[in-house]
């Protein structure tokens, strides 16, 4: 496992645990690269196992680091799965728009994802490399379509022309965060003599997320 990233004498407020899932050669990497470094390679190799790279942002004057963890699309190291869900309070789900089979396979990817994954984990549907917009194999209503049925959010990426990129990781760390900021809201007040039984019972529901608003260029996000 690989741990990039430094960040050593920040008071850090949260750590959030992201997770990139989905099939290999889809741009899990590259969308990682872009957002922690702002980099992009055309020379990327396939992952092989588990890396993870952090990238520090100020959220309501909160100080917040997303760990973000990537691994091989691959069948073989499925294995790594219990470990690698543990803790997530986000995952991304991408596919490729220009390859079909990437994005029919996303109803496989996300029922592993729920059966791993705590419950209130953030989830948002990817449809990256839509700078290839002639080779498109993916229409953008096909995937706001799934994404609504299984009341996800919903974003086309370009990690090669940097296309919602940042938009993306930021509405997901966004999300977290008010789900965080309640969570600790409602624990700050049984601490304080509040009715335990009633609070212990309280599911922190995320939010349904609004329909998809296409702009122009033909990448598609989810207005925040």
Same mark, same amino acid.
């Given at each position: ?104 396979? =996303? ?9 791993? %994954? /705590? ?5 948002? !549907?990817? +449809? ?51 789900? =965080? ?9 049984? %601490? /304080? ?5 009633? !609070?212990? +019972? ?23």
């Amino acid at each position: 496992m690989t741990n990039h990233g430094g960040d050593y004498n920040q008071k850090i407020d949260y750590v959030f645990k992201v997770v990139l899932i989905g099939d290999s050669a889809v741009g899990k990497t590259q969308l990682l690269a872009r957002f922690a470094r702002n980099e992009f390679s055309l020379e990327s190799k396939a992952t092989i196992g588990v890396e993870f790279q952090t990238k520090t942002l100020i959220l309501d004057q909160k100080t917040v680091k997303a760990q973000i963890w990537d691994t091989a699309g691959q069948e073989r190291y499925r294995a790594v799965t219990s470990a690698y869900y543990r803790g997530a309070v986000g995952a991304m789900l991408v596919y490729d728009m220009s390859k079909r089979q990437s994005f029919d396979h =996303m109803a496989r990817w996300l029922e592993e994802l729920r059966g791993h %994954a /705590d419950k209130n984990i953030v989830i948002m !549907l990817i +449809g990256n490399k839509c700078d290839l917009g002639s080779l498109r194999a993916v229409p953008t209503e096909d995937a706001q379509e799934f994404a609504q049925r299984e009341n996800l959010f919903f974003m086309e990426t370009s990690a090669l022309e940097s296309t919602n990129v940042e938009t993306a990781f930021l509405m997901i760390l966004m999300d977290i965060y008010r789900i =965080m900021k309640k969570k600790k809201t409602l624990v700050s007040n049984e %601490a /304080d003599g509040g009715d335990s039984a009633f !609070l212990k +019972g309280t599911a922190i529901i995320v939010p349904t997320p609004e329909p998809p608003v296409v702009q122009k260029g033909g990448c598609c996000f989810s207005s925040s």
